[in-house]
């Protein structure tokens, strides 16, 4: 066994270095959440007047865009990827992709049933009634010679 003693060596230089990139990657940040939430101010007073589908559409995809942008950017920099061999970083990026789709088809699938749920399952067609006669048939089924 070795006795010999090691010790870390500061290197004011290199702490310097880590600290700009620190910083570098807070106003980075900072400036994308801003324009993310300038762009949904944005949404919200189109929305009040008579806005239209696509460009409120489009704003939104470019809200996910920048917010992908921002979390491969964490990625990069606080679990530094970005010093890894591409091999690391794409074995880190595909099951984040899988997550993506993941919440993806489970926002779909919700969406599907909330529209099943709200039609009775597209069994019958939705009738109104005046209030009145809620609750009560408007006629009383009866029977058919083929019904047993």
Request: charged fraction near 20%; glycine fraction near 6%; aromatic fraction near 12%.
């Amino acid at each position: 066994m070795s006795q010999h003693a090691t010790t870390h060596v500061i290197d004011p230089a290199a702490d310097k270095a880590h600290v700009k990139r620190i910083w570098k990657a807070f106003w980075i940040l900072l400036g994308l959440t801003i324009v993310e939430l300038l762009l949904g101010l944005l949404i919200f007073f189109l929305d009040k007047g008579d806005p239209s589908y696509a460009l409120i559409l489009f704003i939104k995809g470019v809200i996910v865009i920048l917010t992908l942008m921002k979390a491969f950017y964490i990625i990069s920099i606080f679990m530094h990827l970005g010093d890894e061999k591409k091999h690391m970083i794409y074995s880190m990026a595909l099951p984040a992709t899988l997550f993506i789709w993941f919440i993806t088809a489970f926002l779909i699938d919700g969406n599907s049933f909330k529209n099943l749920r709200n039609t009775n399952a597209g069994s019958r067609e939705y009738i109104s009634q005046p209030a009145h006669k809620q609750g009560m048939p408007d006629k009383v089924p009866t029977a058919t010679p083929d019904m047993k």
